[in-house]
């Protein structure tokens, strides 16, 4: 049982345009959403997170929004450059009552960005 | 500031044997997780350990095992591979416990033959 996925195992966007990529979870006790990035042959880089109390957290070309009731995030990146091409993980964790379950990750999105 | 370090990167091995892979944290972080990525299941969360004790653990068979060190590094150890524990296995690191601030590592990447 999938907890967190990411429907679009690709997605290719033109340089400049903006970059959307979505997430959708399961579990209501998920309380704390990350996107990460990663590069063939290396970890994954922590791009940006938000906590379930926000419902949106920008950080430069960032931003993520999250829709608790639809149990749905989102990952904006705009405007999308060549360097952004990669494969894009969204975990989400249980963090509240002074622990984590660890991250549970997505299968990612390999977004293509294309000149 | 010296990233995660984790070692080896590649490795090689027959089905039977057992492995130990060995990840370095950043200075001063006591969190350290390890993740199997695989193609077919994706990022799986396999332990947490903190401070030496294994907080958590994920859906591994118990021929999976860790231990961290009161450094904090931290190991894992693998025993009669199996051809399917081939995978890409990743080390992150944090200050505390929970979501915040995990560093990954490059990964070691192991070849059950």
């Known amino acids: 049982d999938q907890q967190v996925k990411q429907n679009s195992p690709s997605l290719s966007v033109q340089e400049g345009r903006i970059s959307i990529l979505n997430c959708d979870y399961t579990?209501?006790?998920?309380?704390?959403f990350l996107w990460y990035k990663k590069y063939p042959a290396e970890g994954p880089t922590f791009l940006i997170s938000?906590?379930?109390?926000?419902d949106k957290n920008e950080d430069g070309r960032f931003t993520v929004f999250l829709n608790k009731s639809a149990k749905h995030l989102s990952l904006h990146i705009v405007p999308s450059q060549p360097g952004d091409s990669a494969v894009y993980f969204c975990?989400?964790?249980?963090?509240?009552?002074?622990?984590?379950?660890?991250?549970?990750f997505g299968k990612g999105t390999h977004l293509i960005i294309q000149p | 500031k010296a990233g995660v370090t984790q070692t080896p990167r590649y490795l090689i091995k027959t089905r039977g044997q057992q492995v130990t892979l060995s990840c370095s944290p950043i200075?001063?972080?006591?969190?350290v997780s390890w993740y199997q990525q695989t193609p077919g299941q994706g990022l799986q969360f396999l332990f947490e350990?903190?401070?030496?004790?294994?907080?958590n653990k994920g859906n591994f068979p118990g021929r999976f095992s860790g231990r961290q060190f009161s450094n904090s590094r931290s190991e894992m150890n693998v025993s009669t591979l199996e051809l399917g524990d081939s995978a890409l296995y990743l080390c992150?690191?944090?200050?505390?416990?929970?979501?915040?601030?995990?560093?990954f590592g490059s990964g070691t990447r192991l070849t059950v033959v």
């Open positions: 992150a690191s944090s200050l505390g416990r929970g979501a915040y601030g995990y560093t």
């Open positions: 579990n209501s006790m998920f309380d704390y």
């Open positions: 938000i906590s379930s109390i926000k």
């Open positions: 975990a989400a964790s249980v963090v509240g009552g002074g622990g984590a379950d660890g991250l549970t």
């Open positions: 200075s001063g972080h006591r969190s």
């Open positions: 350990y903190f401070s030496e004790t294994q907080r």
